[in-house]
C-alpha cells in the first residue's frame, strides 16, 4: 500500500481497464475514502451510487452519453472499468460541487494506493443534465433534489500514463 504522497505523486488518469473485478474489500476501502471526506459543516450530504459495468443503469447513461455528445475514440466514458462510482448532492447546497470534489479525489487516491487505476468522470454532466436527466436520476436512486456531481471509474489498469507535468512558477505565489 502506498503512502499519501506517493499516491498522490503516482496517480494519473487511467484510460484502460482489465475485465478483472474489484474484490468487496476494494470497493469498501475506496468508498471508505469517499465517506472519509471533509463536507462543509460536516453535512455528509454525498451520496455514491456504485455501479458494475454491466449493470443495467451504467448502460443508460451510457446511451444518454452518446445521444448527447460526440463518442469518444473508445465510444465510452468509462474506459472499460468494471466499476463506476456516481457521486450525487444537493443542487440547492452551495458546497456540494467540492465537496463532491474532495471526495471524488479521496477516492482516486485510495485507488492508487490499492495499486488500482481510475478515472474522474466530469464529462458526463452535459447528458446527467440533459433531456433524460430526470429518467437517469430515477434509474440512479438520486434522492429528491439531489443532481450529478461527478463521477469516477475505478480498476485493473491495462494501460500506463505518467502523472501530469505542472507549471509551478505560474500556479504558485508565495506573499
Ligand atoms: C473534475 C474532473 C473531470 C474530469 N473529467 C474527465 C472526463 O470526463 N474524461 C476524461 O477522460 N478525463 C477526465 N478528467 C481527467 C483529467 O483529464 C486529468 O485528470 C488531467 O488531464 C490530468 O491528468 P492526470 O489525471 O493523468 O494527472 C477529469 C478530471 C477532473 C479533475
Sequence with gaps: MKDVFEAIRSRSS???YT????TAEELEAILRAGLEAPTAANRQEIRFTVLSKD???LKLV???FEEELEKTPENSFYYGAPTVVILSAPAAFAWSPVDAGIAVQNMALAAEGLGLGSLIIGCIRRCMEG????????????EDGFVYQVAIAVGHK???KAPHTYRRDDQVTIL
Excluded at 475485465?19 to 474489484?22: I, P, T, Y
Design 14 to 16: 487511467t484510460r484502460g
Design 19 to 22: 475485465d478483472e473485478k474489484l
Design 55 to 57: 449493470s443495467p443503469a
Design 62 to 64: 451510457r446511451e444518454a
Design 131 to 142: 433531456k433524460r436527466a430526470e429518467e437517469l436520476a430515477k434509474a440512479l436512486r438520486f
Design 158 to 160: 491495462a494501460t500506463e
